[in-house]
């Protein structure tokens, strides 16, 4: 059974800095591409930023040149490096992957951490 754990959210200032973690734990055989997603209230789930495995990134235009996607392929964890935050980054952010473990390719979600800009 795979599990997704993000972690590293918090309440930041603007202008301020956060690195969020996600570990991808279970029978993982291999993991394509991961990528982190983010869900403010009232508004619908965005992509923004993607890294495959061969460490290809790719990021929504509200984040590029702030924001940077990385990973561990020995330690099966993505990061976001977030930098420059503004207010409208608040957000619950979620880390996705598709993960080759017991059963065939499948997307897996984490459970999510709050990401909180504001002075």
């Known amino acids: 059974q795979v599990q997704l754990v993000e972690s590293g959210g918090d309440l930041v200032q603007p202008g301020g800095s956060l690195r969020l973690s996600c570990v991808a734990s279970?029978?993982?055989?291999?993991?394509?591409?991961m990528n982190w997603y983010r869900q403010a209230p009232g508004k619908e789930r965005e992509l923004v930023a993607t890294?495959?495995?061969?460490?290809?990134?790719n990021y929504a235009d509200s984040v590029r040149d702030r924001f940077t996607i990385s990973r561990d392929n020995a330690k099966n964890t993505v990061y976001l490096q977030m930098n420059s935050l503004k207010p409208e980054d608040t957000a619950v952010y979620y880390c996705?992957?598709?993960?080759?473990?017991?059963?065939?390719?499948?997307?897996?979600w984490g459970q999510g951490t709050q990401v909180t800009v504001s002075s």
């Open positions: 996705n992957a598709n993960i080759l473990s017991t059963v065939p390719w499948a997307y897996y």
């Open positions: 279970g029978s993982i055989a291999s993991i394509r591409i």
């Open positions: 890294i495959t495995s061969g460490g290809t990134t």
